[in-house]
């Protein structure tokens, strides 16, 4: 329950329909194994007691008194669990039936959520037994407790203010309001869905987008205990298809007709709470009319089993990365052709290196070209070898220049930056932070002075993971007229590059894709230090800075979600298992932290670039920083 973690699950059980007794020992093991594996909140299916399926029978006392006695023992039972369980159970009022969801904890009934959404169409009669939630609570003994009956009530942990639970009954998530929306605008983290969704064709896969749209929707944990294949009969199959979904994202399922008894993951509760923080438009309404249930669960660390991607920005699926890719090319391109035409710029001139974020610009501006109806000719690339560009770097610059059909122009600044430094008196034999920059603001210089000579536009490099950093000459490359790479994070990069490497290869163009796999194989350098003896790159960033996916994962969780290190550097830990040991994640991060405080100046004075992701760091956009901002309070949490 530490840091937003909690175990939780669905249960399908096998049942017997009209048959409690047998029934809630099922439940009762089936509680019992989801407790023994850690879990926390447990959701069953619809009527699980009774079976959903025992339409008439649900006039008969004999049936009803049995649910209620059967709930009686499932919370004596379980009374010794450190875990919720929402149990799906008919209840009798005055005259009406209601289909409940009870919520029970250590052997209490905290309330009774009835169902909504009394749906009596298609294969459907529930509203020959049953009737709607009512408007006003209602207070009554059931199963030897004293509770209320009301569909607004939430459910507080008081030692995880992040666990609000709520419920709604299976129709409730298929109409145009889910009584969730109203839950989660009232604080609701975590909703439970108790379901008896019968199986036809089409119907899982429509479940299951209404699953994550629904936890996409409201900011919140989504879960869905299905009926399973012992209410089949009749009309109708079940197929037990649960789910478990968290803002969005389908964390765990049990497919149909698995008869799995419990599907089971960790959910991120403080996920949902920082995407509502940062989204003025979730609507939050304070509803006097809601119910608030204390409980208590014992505050634990969960030990974490679900998949962590190392790669947040980047989709593990092939052909979700591919469509990721086009979109994201796109996306550069239409802003960079936007910006060349609202400009009246007639040249695009980009700095190349040979090395990955030049060129993926250089891709990029040769898409907005033909989007402009511009001659390739138009983009003035322009190599500017110094004292540490090595042959193979300048080799590919030229080449893909070439293949791509941009103006080749080459600038030896060699000269220009040993005349600089006899100017301000460096001993260019001192290879420090001058030695460097000098030749990064000539470039610069170069660029910016080619674009005005021509009426031309610099086009930027800088990826996201830099700006991050701050790996960038403060007016130096940090500075251009439109930053494509703005909101491309390095690992993403590679991954647009080797997407274009294969459109050139599945085109016939096989040369131009060696020279893309021969920068991708590249390591990646600002070539500011003079080459190894054999001519080999000796600069190499990740030897400096750390691994780009290690500080790609930190850079999405420390400002997507505004973690704090000591997450982080758990989930990392998770992610990187056989990569990284703790240690070492531990120190990049702690140089994460401290270079992501001291470099925002940088930042601040950003040029303008396409946002592609949900994070960018543009100060006119997403992510706003005083300079001043100190890092001491991230530091010392991450040494707790």
């Given at each position: 329950m530490k840091d937003g973690f909690l175990r939780v699950a669905t249960a399908c059980p096998a049942i017997r329909v009209a048959d409690p007794a047998y029934n809630v020992a099922s439940h009762i093991a089936a509680a019992r194994d989801a407790a023994a594996g850690g879990v926390r909140v447990l959701a069953f299916p619809e009527l699980s007691l009774p079976a959903y399926t025992c339409s008439d029978l649900f006039y008969q006392e004999v049936l009803l008194d049995a649910c209620e006695a059967a709930l009686g023992e499932y919370l004596a039972a379980t009374a010794d669990l450190d875990m919720v369980s929402i149990v799906g159970v008919p209840v009798r009022h005055a005259g009406r039936l209601y289909n409940c969801a009870a919520v029970t904890c250590r052997g209490h009934l905290l309330g009774l959520v009835p169902k909504t959404h009394v749906c009596t169409y298609a294969e459907f009669y529930e509203g020959r037994q049953f009737t709607s939630a009512p408007a006003d609570p209602i207070f009554l003994t059931f199963a030897g407790e004293e509770t209320c009956l009301f569909s607004k009530q939430l459910f507080a942990c008081r030692e995880m203010p992040s666990l609000l639970l709520a419920a709604e009954i299976c129709e409730d998530l298929w109409v145009a309001d889910p009584p969730s929306n109203a839950h989660c605008a009232a604080g609701a983290t975590l909703v439970a869905n108790l379901s008896a969704s019968d199986e036809t064709v089409g119907k899982c896969d429509y479940r299951r987008s209404l699953i994550g749209i629904q936890s996409a929707r409201a900011m919140c944990v989504y879960l869905y205990a299905d009926a399973g294949t012992g209410e089949s009969g009749t009309d109708m199959v079940f197929s037990g298809n649960c789910f478990i979904a968290e803002a969005g994202r389908i964390l765990a399922e049990s497919a149909p007709f698995s008869d799995r008894v419990l599907t089971v993951t960790e959910v991120d509760l403080k996920r949902a709470e920082?995407?509502?923080?940062?989204?003025?438009?979730?609507?939050?309404?304070?509803?006097?009319?809601?119910?608030?249930?204390?409980?208590?669960?014992?505050?634990?660390?969960?030990?974490?089993?679900?998949?962590?991607?190392?790669?947040?920005?980047?989709?593990?699926?092939?052909?979700?990365?591919?469509?990721?890719?086009?979109?994201?090319?796109?996306?550069?391109?239409?802003?960079?052709?936007?910006?060349?035409?609202?400009?009246?710029?007639?040249?695009?001139?980009?700095?190349?290196?040979?090395?990955?974020?030049?060129?993926?610009?250089?891709?990029?501006?040769?898409?907005?070209?033909?989007?402009?109806?511009?001659?390739?000719?138009?983009?003035?690339?322009?190599?500017?070898?110094?004292?540490?560009?090595?042959?193979?770097?300048?080799?590919?610059?030229?080449?893909?220049?070439?293949?791509?059909?941009?103006?080749?122009?080459?600038?030896?600044?060699?000269?220009?930056?040993?005349?600089?430094?006899?100017?301000?008196?460096?001993?260019?034999?001192?290879?420090?932070?001058?030695?460097?920059?000098?030749?990064?603001?000539?470039?610069?210089?170069?660029?910016?002075?080619?674009?005005?000579?021509?009426?031309?536009?610099?086009?930027?490099?800088?990826?996201?993971?830099?700006?991050?950093?701050?790996?960038?000459?403060?007016?130096?490359?940090?500075?251009?007229?439109?930053?494509?790479?703005?909101?491309?994070?390095?690992?993403?990069?590679?991954y647009l590059v080797a997407f274009e490497a294969d459109r050139f290869t599945a085109a016939g163009d096989t040369e131009t894709a060696a020279c893309l796999a021969d920068i991708l194989a590249t390591p990646v350098s600002p070539e500011l230090l003079p080459p190894e003896e054999n001519g080999e790159i000796a600069q190499k960033t990740e030897g400096i800075v750390g691994p780009y996916e290690l500080h790609d994962f930190f850079l999405y969780y420390f400002v997507r979600f505004g973690f704090p290190p000591k997450k982080i550097l758990r989930m990392a830990t998770l992610a990187f298992a056989g990569t990284y040991g703790e240690s070492e994640i531990r120190e990049y991060l702690t140089l994460f932290v401290r270079r992501f405080f001291a470099q925002q100046f940088k930042r601040s004075c950003l040029p303008d670039g396409p946002k592609v992701g949900s994070l960018c760091l543009s100060p006119r956009g997403d992510f706003r920083m005083p300079s001043d901002a100190q890092a001491a309070a991230w530091l010392e949490e991450l040494t707790k």
């Open positions: 920082a995407m509502r923080a940062r989204t003025n438009t979730f609507v939050s309404r304070p509803d006097n009319a809601y119910r608030t249930v204390p409980f208590s669960l014992s505050l634990t660390t969960t030990p974490l089993t679900r998949a962590e991607s190392p790669t947040p920005f980047v989709p593990h699926d092939e052909s979700e990365r591919y469509a990721r890719s086009e979109l994201i090319l796109n996306i550069q391109s239409r802003g960079l052709a936007g910006r060349v035409e609202r400009s009246h710029s007639r040249t695009m001139v980009i700095g190349v290196s040979g090395g990955l974020d030049s060129t993926l610009a250089l891709l990029v501006a040769a898409r907005a070209a033909d989007l402009l109806g511009l001659p390739r000719t138009s983009i003035v690339a322009v190599t500017m070898p110094c004292f540490g560009t090595t042959a193979r770097t300048k080799s590919n610059a030229e080449k893909l220049s070439e293949k791509l059909g941009a103006t080749l122009r080459i600038v030896d600044i060699k000269a220009a930056v040993d005349r600089h430094f006899l100017d301000i008196g460096h001993d260019p034999e001192n290879r420090n932070v001058v030695y460097e920059n000098a030749q990064a603001r000539e470039r610069t210089q170069v660029l910016m002075d080619i674009a005005n000579g021509m009426g031309g536009l610099v086009v930027g490099t800088g990826d996201l993971s830099e700006l991050a950093l701050g790996w960038a000459t403060y007016n130096g490359d940090h500075m251009s007229m439109y930053g494509v790479n703005a909101g491309v994070p390095k690992t993403l990069v590679r």
